[in-house]
């Protein structure tokens, strides 16, 4: 098993950044690639961006250029960093790992940009 936990989210201001991290812990040595999605209310859950092992990032294309997904191995810690936020980038922001044959998620965190 492997668990995942998210945190900094909160509330901003338009124009402001927030930075996501997600700590794994459990079976970490399983893990491969990791990645943000995020669920706006009434809508479907949306890839954000993933990242490897090794630190080759990909992006869902509408968020090329504000968001950038990192990673530090070490630490076991994913991190999102979201710059000049707007309120449709209001959601809840998931955390999913792959591993071998298995797909974990976290809780999620939640994301509130004000106008």
């Known amino acids: 098993q492997v668990q995942l936990v998210e945190s900094g989210g909160g509330l901003v201001q338009a124009g402001g950044s927030l930075r996501l991290s997600c700590a794994a812990s459990?079976?970490?040595?399983?893990?491969?690639?990791m990645g943000w999605y995020r669920q706006a209310p009434g809508k479907q859950r949306e890839l954000v961006a993933t990242?490897?092992?090794?630190?080759?990032?990909n992006y869902a294309d509408s968020m090329k250029g504000r968001f950038t997904i990192s990673r530090d191995n070490t630490k076991n810690t994913a991190y999102l960093q979201m710059n000049s936020l707007k309120p449709e980038d209001t959601a809840v922001y998931y955390c999913?790992?792959?591993?071998?044959?298995?797909?974990?998620w976290g809780q999620g965190t939640q994301v509130t940009v004000s106008s």
């Open positions: 999913k790992s792959w591993g071998v044959a298995a797909v974990y």
């Open positions: 459990g079976r970490i040595w399983s893990i491969n690639d």
């Open positions: 990242i490897t092992k090794g630190g080759r990032s």
